[in-house]
């Protein structure tokens, strides 16, 4: 039976998504398990499944996957809205596959709650039936939750007992890339293809009377020539194999296509290509990113812009302070699949950062805090919600003080990673040295070098660590003023704070014109500043030149002793004459 219900249609997606989604997982399979000479030295990149392919097909064993089809126009945590899936099994190389909406799963006998941000947009619907199936990818982790879209899956009798070999999630960029790959299909009259797929099936998904049952039914009808089109244009096409497993490789490595597998030795093959969304160990602690959950905001991740800068803050000390800005732009208008736009927020830091000011619109006026615990137990997660119109922009502000210190030429890793089906994340990061700190670091797509600071602009569409390393300041403090301040005391003032290590060695004060030394009392260091208390006063009614000498020069920024002792000339009486 199938009922239309206005706040729940806006969530769901066509039913062709769903099929037309299982057919291109079933030419993914087809690619990963066919063999031959010719189809071997075709598949490029897809090689590297050769040794597991008989396997995979079902050969001695039968094997079954999960297929999750996504929508990316409604981003989750990981990929997008489960809006349908296929159950495929492969015995002896034949394909069986099976389309079902995510609607059309049971929800659990007994209602189980859902993430707080979802209870707290859907718990007042009349429809809402607490954590269910479709909504299962709530957590950053795409392990996490292709084992809870089994486990919901499950609760439906008719799954109960199937025990899948693998689960795969690919959201519609994906099959918009693949559909290009084959040189599109035909449709009702046009060329389907990725740059018309959504607003397609958008229209075929809607074009029919809700009311009536008979028009849910056939809505699927076309299926049969799109899916015999479909395969016949790959068979009658071996010479774009080549692209189309180029396209799968390159969704998978920037994040639409995500595996996983039961058999050990598969999954870690994909998760060496970082196509399971998992992070190794060293990744993990260094993580630094964010997750945004569309919860309410129809298609609306299609019509967002996001921008994400973050300036960091080295003291003398290698401590590190971080103001981050968050930047999203609703660029649609009020349509069909653009309206008010309404997303969790997640910011994941290194274990330790510490949230210590926060500034925006934020939903509810609720500020950002600490989950606990994490989604990601080697990182802290701070969480905030928001909402956003069409045309509307919203900057966040929020700062994070950090118990890791730099060390001089030791590497300090930041593993930036983006979400994945977000196509990407463009990032600028800037490190601001206190004094003359030097900094270098790695992996950006763009530098820029300034003194003290450095600018990096990466456009992510794949994992990548980054690492700052603070490196040795060779550049001496200079000497910005230097006076009597009185007839026993001298005040010197540097360009940089200096180092106590100048105390360890003897600071000399010599009458210029004699070359008699001046007794010094004692030599106070604070910050940029040097007061030199003298035994006895001198003259300072009449001009008279004074040679300061200190043996070892140094700042706290790293910098060796200059070779030639710092030397300068003090006057007793201001003159204009050069020393």
């Not at 290509?273 to 602690?285: H, N, P, S, V």
């Amino acid at each position: 039976m199938f009922f239309f219900h206005p706040k729940k249609s806006r969530f769901s997606f066509s039913p062709l998504f769903v099929k037309i989604g299982g057919i291109f997982l079933a030419l993914l399979f087809f690619f990963f398990i066919a063999g031959g000479a010719f189809l071997y030295y075709s598949l490029g990149d897809l090689r590297f499944l050769a040794s597991h392919s008989l396997s995979m097909a079902g050969f001695g064993e039968k094997k079954t996957y999960l297929v999750l089809l996504h929508n990316d126009g409604e981003l989750r945590a990981t990929l997008g809205f489960i809006s349908g899936f296929a159950v495929v099994t492969m015995s002896n190389g034949k394909p069986y596959i099976a389309f079902y909406d995510s609607y059309d799963v049971a929800p659990p006998r007994e209602m189980i709650p859902a993430p707080a941000p979802m209870e707290h947009i859907f718990a007042k619907d009349e429809k809402y039936q607490g954590w269910v199936f479709r909504d299962t990818n709530f957590s950053p982790s795409f392990q996490e939750n292709a084992a809870l879209a089994v486990r919901f899956l499950q609760y439906d009798e008719r799954f109960k007992n199937i025990a899948f070999d693998g689960i795969v999630g690919i959201d519609t960029h994906a099959i918009g890339a693949i559909l290009d790959g084959v040189g599109g299909i035909p449709f009702q009259g046009k060329t389907l293809t990725a740059e018309n797929f959504f607003e397609t099936l958008e229209f075929s998904s809607k074009n029919f009377d809700h009311h009536d049952e008979v028009e849910w039914e056939q809505r699927k009808s076309p299926l049969k020539s799109i899916a015999e089109n479909l395969i016949s244009a790959v068979i009658k096409t071996p010479s774009q194999w080549g692209n189309i497993a180029a396209s799968v490789v390159h969704e998978a490595d920037t994040k639409h296509i995500l595996f996983s597998w039961t058999e050990k030795e598969l999954h870690q093959i994909f998760a060496d290509r970082q196509w399971t969304g998992e992070m190794t160990a060293d990744q993990a602690k260094a993580f630094w990113g964010i997750n945004s959950v569309n919860i309410g905001g129809r298609k609306g991740d299609r019509y967002i812009t996001k921008n994400f800068a973050s300036s960091l803050f080295i003291d003398a000390s290698g401590g590190i302070t971080e103001t981050f800005r968050i930047s999203f732009t609703h660029e649609g208008t009020r349509t069909l699949n653009s309206d008010e736009y309404f997303a969790d927020m997640r910011i994941f830091r290194p274990k330790g950062a510490v949230l210590t000011n926060a500034k925006g619109d934020f939903f509810e006026k609720k500020l950002p805090k600490a989950e606990e615990p994490s989604s990601l137990p080697e990182s802290n997660e701070y969480s905030f919600f928001f909402g956003l119109s069409p045309g509307e922009q919203k900057t966040f502000t929020l700062s994070f003080s950090y118990p890791q210190r730099l060390q001089y030429n030791t590497p300090f890793p930041l593993f930036l990673s983006p979400q994945s089906g977000s196509g990407g994340e463009n990032w600028d990061i800037v490190l601001r040295g206190e004094g003359d700190l030097k900094f270098i670091m790695d992996g950006c797509d763009e530098t820029k070098k300034r003194e003290n600071i450095f600018l990096c602009h990466r456009a992510s569409t794949t994992g990548k660590m980054l690492n700052i390393t603070m490196i040795s300041d060779t550049t001496p403090p200079l000497l910005e003023s230097g006076q009597f301040q009185n007839d026993s005391t001298v005040l010197l003032y540097f360009s940089e704070k200096l180092s106590p290590h100048i105390l360890e060695s003897p600071i000399s004060l010599t009458d210029k014109e004699t070359g008699e030394a001046v007794p010094i009392k004692s030599v106070m260091i604070d910050g940029k500043s040097v007061t030199i208390h003298l035994s006895s006063p001198v003259d300072i009614s009449v001009k008279k030149f004074y040679t300061l000498r200190i043996p070892e020069l140094r700042d706290l920024f790293g910098n060796e002793p200059v070779k030639v002792p710092f030397e300068t000339t003090l006057a007793t009486k201001k003159t204009d004459e050069p020393l």
